[in-house]
């Protein structure tokens, strides 16, 4: 009595079974012990995932003890249709080109977006893919072993080898392709995003999810001494120009006198449309009550402040002299001093070290599969450009500094300058949820850095309120008894945040445009 594909199936029911299962179970555990949210949403969202995949873990284990308990004759009759189904020649290989063009796509799709679910869900959908792929082979063993006995030769094993690997790099390239032109990682990655973003009130708005797709999309390119800017890009709520500048919706005539903001992503904009940025907020501010004033916003993501005083320096050196100069620092040269022990230094100079250093290899001939192993920043030897940042005295010591050289580089050009030490989340006293879970998030990841920062800011008040510190706005604590959702994450705020800012701003820089 032959044995057909649907017995074969069957014999083989409860060990497929078991191959479903304990991948399910391991990515359930994955989900269960991954970090908690920070916001709400994410967790709801979690707890969704989670309850829906104890219930497939709870379907698989049924199916297994079902398969268990089932008599091999009737769990036949019950495998007949899956078996015809996988016997069928083309529709088996169109199964498994769709199985590795879904990991594949999976992978890109997929990239450092919400890693603790999608990771655990990629991981789940390679077992499964394996799992079907060997059921096919169950099915198809008598077709295979006969193939096999009639060409059992080394080269056709290495010919189906050869084809695999050339099909499987076709199709990776061509779906790397469609998604960057689709953009179709940046869509994913700004639904999953669960910031808590609230828009000013000036019409229709978008979703979280609409505009952090958006944002997602956005892209750094090479600028001597500085490092970079942000790439050219249109969009529906951010504009970028060919300068590598955010656009700010101006109301005045570029004849106007002008006005240059310098800063990180809190400056540029990040979580906002382009009207509703500190600068796009002044703009129309300043055009309602009649004054004057063209503002070009000179922000970049992640820039700390000798980066602002680098790209203030370019300008005056093209002639590009504004009647005023802001600077809206404070956060990034604490977070690179914490994540790098030394004040004064770039955030990620680990990368742009394995980066050189992968250039010296490729230059020199050698395979790079990897990027190069960068110990801690504190181990290398920074001292003609770093300060070792022992403490907040040491941290706040550079800054000044910094802020020194620009205003001297100002006043020998004629430019006011206005440094902000822009507000910060730990001194928020009234916290939201979103805002709670960014504060205890920060202290995980950086211990002791909201000690550092509360012990700069209020060492910087107490230099400005004695004399000792001169031309700073200290705005650290301006959210310090606001109720409203402001900061979306450590550093950012909403539309409505930044609107404040601006009107906490808009008299010092009224006065100083005039003048």
Known sequence: MSVTPADRMARNGLAFGLLALLPALLTWLALFVSPAPATATFSTLRGLILAGFGLVVVLVLVVCAWALRTPLDILAQQMARPARWLGHRWRMLALLLLLLELNIAAAWLLVNVAPAITDPLRFLLLCWSLLLALM??????????????????????LGIGLVLAAVTAGLSVLTNRLVRAAALDDRIRGSLDTSALVFYDDG???????????????RVQWLPYSYWTVQPFAGEYINVGADGLRVTPNLAPATAPAVYFFGGSTMWGEGARDAFTIPGHLARLLHEEGTAAYLVNYGQTGYVSMQDLLLFQAQLLRGHRPQVAVFY???????????????????????RIADAETGRLLRGRMPVLALPEVGPLRQANFALVGTPATDATAILERWLAHVRMIQTLAAADGVEVIVIWQPALMFKQTLTAAEAGALAAMEAQYPGMRALYETMSLDLAERIADGRVTGVLWLADLFAADERPIFYDLVHITETGNLTVAEALLPRLREAVRD
């Open 136 to 157: 096919v082979a169950t099915v198809q063993w008598p077709a295979l072993r006969d193939g096999l006995e009639r060409t059992r030769t080394l080269w056709l094993l």
């Open 204 to 218: 229709p708005a978008p979703t979280t999810g609409q505009f952090m797709a958006e944002q997602a999309q956005r």
């Open 329 to 351: 620092q404070g956060f990034n040269d604490v977070l690179s001093a914490t994540m790098q022990g030394l004040a004064g230094i770039p955030l990620q100079e680990a990368q």
